[in-house]
C-alpha cells in the first residue's frame, strides 16, 4: 500500500502518504487506553501468589530424591542453582553450549565460585575432577570451585579434589542428607 502511495506522489502530491500517516498515528494514540489500576494490582497480586506458590511446591519436591532424578541437565542445573541461592549467593547462569566447563558462576560479598553440574546416575570419576582443576587454571578470580553431582564421587574422584582444593557436593548427601545411591 505504501508503495502505490509513493508511486503516486507525482500524479497526487503528497496528499495521500501525508494522510495515511495522520489516519495511522490517529489510531496508535487512540487504542492506547491506560489499564485500570484497580485491575493492574490484581493482577499483580495474582502474579504473585502463583509465584509464591510455585517456589513453595519446587522446595516440597526438592526434598526427594525421586523429583530430582527426573530432571534433565539443564534443570538439574537451575535447582542446585536454587540451593545456592537459599544460601546466599547470587547466580549467573553460563551459556547451555560452550559454557567454558563452568555452569554456574555464584558471587556473595565480592567473592566469585564456578560451579561444574555432573547430573550422573552413578559416582563421578576423576575424569570430572580433572576438567575443573584445568577450568579452575582460567578463573583466577574464583575463590571456590564445586562439583556438584546427584549422588555420589568415586573414591579416587574425593581424594584428587582434596589434594586440588575441590569442592564436592553432592545433593543426595550433602542436601538431602541420606545415603541412597542409585
Given at each position: 500500500m505504501s508503495l502505490i502511495l509513493l508511486f503516486g506522489v507525482g500524479?497526487?502530491?503528497?496528499?495521500?502518504v501525508v494522510a495515511a500517516v495522520s489516519l495511522g498515528l490517529i489510531i496508535i494514540f487512540d487504542t492506547k487506553t491506560p489499564g485500570s489500576p484497580t485491575l493492574i494490582r490484581l493482577v499483580m497480586e495474582a502474579k504473585s501468589r502463583l509465584r509464591h506458590s510455585l517456589e513453595s511446591k519446587m522446595l516440597q519436591s526438592m526434598?526427594?530424591?525421586s523429583w530430582w532424578s527426573k530432571l534433565s541437565g539443564i534443570e538439574f542445573e537451575h535447582a542446585v542453582a536454587t540451593i545456592y541461592q537459599e544460601q546466599g549467593f547470587s547466580i549467573e547462569f553460563t551459556p547451555q553450549t560452550n559454557d567454558q566447563g563452568v555452569d554456574l558462576i555464584l558471587r556473595r560479598n565480592n567473592e566469585v565460585s564456578i560451579v561444574q553440574c555432573k547430573r550422573y546416575a552413578g559416582s563421578v570419576g576423576v575424569a570430572a575432577i580433572r576438567e575443573l582443576v584445568g577450568v579452575r587454571a582460567s578463573w583466577p578470580e574464583a575463590k571456590d570451585a564445586i562439583l556438584a553431582t546427584l549422588?555420589?564421587?568415586?573414591s579416587g574422584a574425593q581424594t584428587f579434589?582434596?589434594?586440588h582444593n575441590i569442592t564436592l557436593f553432592s545433593v543426595a548427601k550433602d542436601y538431602l542428607k541420606?545415603?541412597?545411591r542409585a
Open positions: 500524479d497526487w502530491g503528497w496528499w495521500p526434598s526427594d530424591i549422588y555420589d564421587f568415586s579434589a582434596t589434594k541420606t545415603n541412597f
